[in-house]
């Protein structure tokens, strides 16, 4: 059922999955620049990519230790609106964990 919401290529060669992760990393220069530049001078480099891949894989199932009603909730608006969703809670999350 998901792979009819998410864009080609999601799971077979991994293409959409990075390709949302290249649109996450431009979302979240355009919020949090600051943030997104501290994390990129770690050494090491704390990537977007390390941060949003399971998160964008799963669709965030059991890598945030949020509660099961939290995670139905992120699946009933995966369904409703499809990936973008993926984009709101994943900044969402930067933004509660920031400081």
């Known amino acids: ?12 060669n991994l293409l959409g999955v990075l390709i949302d992760i290249k649109v996450f ?3 979240l220069d355009r919020k ?4 997104l530049e501290h994390m990129e001078s770690a050494n090491p480099p704390f990537t977007v990519t390390l941060l ?3 998160w964008f894989l799963t669709i965030f199932i059991n890598h945030l230790n949020l509660p099961i009603e ?3 909730i992120i699946w009933d608006m995966f ?3 499809g990936d973008s969703i993926l984009f709101s809670v994943a ?5 509660l964990m920031e400081d």
């Open 79 to 81: 369904f409703i609106q």
């Open 32 to 35: 949090r620049k600051q943030l």
């Open 91 to 95: 900044l969402t999350l930067v933004l």
């Open 1 to 12: 059922m998901a792979e009819s919401l998410l864009p080609v290529g999601y799971y077979s």
């Open 70 to 72: 939290t995670e139905y």
């Open 52 to 54: 949003a891949f399971n």
């Open 25 to 27: 990393d431009y979302l």
